[in-house]
């Protein structure tokens, strides 16, 4: 017999592997420093203002996700449900501290956000990202290969016409999550 099953549940089934290299959370209140100070680190990301990573960290904590390794903070990514479409996840930002990267940890928290709970509806996902942000290229186009290749790539805001030249062009790569068939 096959059913379809979500793809949060089948994100579930994947996570069970060992993860003792990393703990996942939800960040709370006292994490908006370090999570400012982490994504320091990670250029190409824009840094925004400390008390913006403190916004994260107490108003969308449920829909945001920290990775840490020996109480040191080594991932973070940043979202929210889209008010006009609370069925779509978007990715703010996606932050890996360089000692943890090529090692998959951007993939598993991503995986891991999608499973929780609270996002079992979560039918899409979308983000921004700059041309030459080949870490971000990867990931998403890695999530979009285990969600059948259906994602699009648009121009969301442009150089020129939005930012005067003071900023590269986003572009919105958007990916609709996958009901996996089960046996």
């Known amino acids: ?41 990670c250029p190409p990301l824009d840094e925004n203002s400390a008390y913006c990573n403190f916004l994260q960290s107490i108003h969308f904590q449920k829909t945001c996700i920290l990775a840490e390794q020996q109480d040191e903070i080594l991932g973070f990514i940043s979202a929210y449900r889209k008010p006009e479409k609370p069925l779509e ?12 990267r090529g090692k998959g940890l951007a993939f598993d928290m991503l995986k891991k ?18 041309k030459d942000n080949q870490g971000s290229w990867n990931l998403f186009k890695k999530f979009d290969r ?6 699009q790539v648009s121009t969301f805001l442009d150089e020129t016409r939005h930012f005067d030249g003071q900023h590269e062009t986003e572009y919105l790569y958007r990916i609709p999550l996958e009901s996996i068939p089960q046996t």
């Open 1 to 41: 017999m096959i059913t379809n099953i979500p793809w949060s549940e089948m994100a579930r089934a994947t996570l069970e592997r060992n993860y003792s290299q990393w703990i996942f959370r939800t960040p709370v209140r006292s994490d908006g420093q370090r999570i400012h100070e982490l994504i320091s680190l």
């Open 89 to 100: 996840l978007f990715i703010w930002q996606v932050a890996v501290h360089p000692d943890a």
């Open 113 to 130: 956000l999608l499973s929780q709970e609270n996002l079992q509806d979560i039918e899409a996902i979308e983000t921004t990202i700059t």
């Open 146 to 151: 285990e969600n059948g290749l259906r994602g």
